[in-house]
């Protein structure tokens, strides 16, 4: 399944927000340097849908905080 993401990084609280089918914003505490908020998203999505984080794949946007993610459910 395949999902669309923004991500807020260095905030105030790790949360997670459906906008959308299939939309979603993210805040994440670590900070938007050397793919930290990335793996943040990354971790914070396989607990909000219950899988092991190999199963969560970014599939662009690894720069920009918008995202795609392909996740294996």
Not at 2 to 14: H, L, N
Not at 44 to 73: C, H, P, Q, W, Y
Request: aromatic content about 6%; proline content about 3%; glycine content about 4%.
């Amino acid at each position: 399944m395949k999902i669309s993401v923004r991500v807020k990084p260095s905030a105030s609280a790790e949360r997670i927000e459906k906008l959308s089918d299939g939309e979603y914003l993210i805040r994440v505490r670590a900070p938007a340097k050397e793919n930290k908020a990335n793996e943040a998203a990354i971790a914070a999505l396989s607990r909000f849908f219950g899988v092991s984080k190999t199963k969560v794949k970014l599939v662009s946007g690894s720069t920009s905080r918008n995202k795609i993610f392909d996740i294996e459910i």
